[in-house]
């Protein structure tokens, strides 16, 4: 894939999406979207076809909604999308003069989906936006860009929405960061938006959201809006009103990427932390060093790799120690878990290949 043949969807910075997660009836598409009018989105979005995770819940009402989102462009001038997820959709899509299309995270997680997408859509000059897949698995969605990029499309964006996790979180659809913050590295050209509906699941916390995709230099958000939110036939608790919305909106800081004079004046912080970042490698290979001889002795002295009382007194005295210095417990323990994994690694090397001394 050649990212110099990538070409924007609209304007780069900031790009906003908004509209109801699903369409319900026309007076609630359209009146949603005239009162959207008015605060300079760039896509009027509404579901037509709802991928539920049971069955009996609303699935969307289909392709008569399609000419509501028509109705839209022709009342408000407002540009529409829709999800698709299979070759009726995009046909129905393309019928209905859709402007932007977008596949959801669970066509997104099936390569064979996104596949017939990619087949209906070949040939067809339409902007296409990837939703992350459900599962944490960057090669995945990374391999749906691929596949919508050999149809031929070269309008593409991306668009993270969280991904499902088992457990308790305060998220619906945990952000993993790190994952979207890799597809930006590896793809710098390619536009990224922040759904922090599907994110938040609830609409308290969607500012909050929305800010932090902002401040990683996400290139907008995608916010479900409806004129009576609670009322809403799916997904009710994270949408908001068009009201809210343009409050919330007025209330984000946007940010840009620093040039010029800006990045002139972080070239001494960031080099301070280039110095840190050697530091940490150094001390991580003198601390597997250690590893190692320790796994010489447990081989020759016959002691099992892992040490489960000695592993949670180091993670419980790390976190306590982590939290004095203003780091979280969650970071302090993935980073030890990782140390340790890799420690783990080492030992086990040496439990297969290192002689023991008689």
């Not at 908004?18 to 300079?40: F, I, K, Y």
């Not at 308290?204 to 809006?225: C, H, P, R, S």
């Not at 036939?233 to 343009?246: H, M, R, V």
């Not at 002795?297 to 982590?322: C, D, F, H, P, T």
């Amino acid at each position: 894939m050649k990212m110099e043949d990538l070409q924007p969807i609209g304007k780069k910075h900031p790009f906003i999406i908004a509209g109801p997660c699903s369409a319900e009836t026309e007076e609630q598409v359209m009146e949603t979207a005239r009162q959207l009018a008015g605060q300079n989105i760039d896509l009027f979005r509404a579901g037509i076809w709802k991928p539920r995770t049971r069955p009996n819940s609303f699935e969307g009402v289909g392709k008569v909604g399609l000419k509501w989102l028509k109705n839209v462009k022709k009342e408000t001038g407002l540009k529409v999308t829709t999800e698709v997820a299979n070759t009726k959709h995009v046909f129905e899509a393309l019928k209905h003069d859709v402007d932007v299309v977008w596949l959801g995270a669970r066509t997104t997680v099936n390569p064979f989906s996104v596949q017939e997408v990619a087949d209906a859509l070949e040939g067809v000059d339409i902007p296409v936006l990837i939703k992350n897949p459900i599962n944490p698995d960057l090669k995945l969605w990374i391999g749906a860009i691929e596949r919508i990029y050999k149809a031929g499309v070269r309008s593409i964006g991306v668009i993270h929405r969280g991904f499902s996790a088992h457990g308790v979180s305060e998220f619906r659809n945990i952000p993993r960061w790190q994952i979207p913050l890799e597809l930006k590295r590896q793809f710098p050209d390619m536009m990224i938006i922040c759904d922090n509906s599907n994110i938040c699941g609830k609409r308290e916390t969607l500012q909050e959201v929305a800010q932090k995709a902002l401040d990683l230099n996400f290139d907008g958000i995608m916010t479900e809006t409806h004129i009576t939110p609670d009322d809403a036939w799916s997904d009710a608790a994270q949408q908001i009103t068009p009201a809210q919305f343009k409050e919330m909106t007025s209330n984000l800081i946007w940010r840009r990427e620093g040039n010029g004079k800006v990045a002139l004046d972080l070239t001494k912080y960031r080099e301070e932390i280039d110095e840190i970042d050697q530091e940490l490698l150094d001390l991580l290979g003198r601390r597997m060093g250690v590893a190692r001889k320790i796994g010489l002795y447990k081989k020759e002295n016959n002691i099992s790799i892992y040490q489960r009382k000695r592993w949670s007194a180091i993670l419980e005295k790390a976190v306590m120690q982590g939290a004095k210095r203003g780091l979280g417990e969650e970071f302090i323990s993935q980073y030890l878990e990782a140390i340790h994994q890799e420690s783990i690694n080492h030992q086990e090397e040496i439990m297969k290949t290192a002689d023991v001394k008689s």
